[in-house]
């Protein structure tokens, strides 16, 4: 069992900056793939960027180039570094853990508000 907890959401003006956190109460190296989603009111859950053990990223293209996915190991935490913010980025966004071992589990945390004014 991984409890997530985010943290670092807020209100900014569009081309603002914001820094996600992810605290598991667990290692998350080796085997964890790692990753952020987003919510946005009416709209379906997404994927903005993924991180693997072997630190492989991918992001989104609506980010791609704006949003860094990082983790610290020694503090079990992941990152997400968002910056040139924009109003369509306004969502509530929550940390995923995906432990690929069998049987697959995955985890989330409970959501942190990112609202971008325009």
């Known amino acids: 069992q991984v409890e997530l907890v985010e943290s670092g959401g807020g209100l900014v003006h569009t081309g603002g900056s914001l820094r996600l956190s992810c605290a598991a109460s667990?290692?998350?190296?080796?085997?964890?793939?790692m990753a952020w989603y987003r919510q946005a009111p009416g709209k379906l859950r997404e994927v903005v960027a993924t991180l693997t053990p072997g630190s492989s990223t991918t992001y989104a293209d609506s980010v791609q180039g704006r949003f860094t996915i990082s983790r610290d190991n020694a503090k079990n935490t992941v990152y997400l570094q968002m910056h040139r913010l924009q109003p369509d980025d306004t969502a509530v966004y929550y940390c995923?853990?995906?432990?690929?071992?069998?049987?697959?589990?995955?985890?989330w945390g409970q959501g942190t508000q990112v609202t971008v004014s325009s």
């Open positions: 667990t290692s998350i190296n080796g085997w964890y793939v």
């Open positions: 995923n853990a995906f432990d690929m071992r069998a049987p697959a589990q995955n985890y």
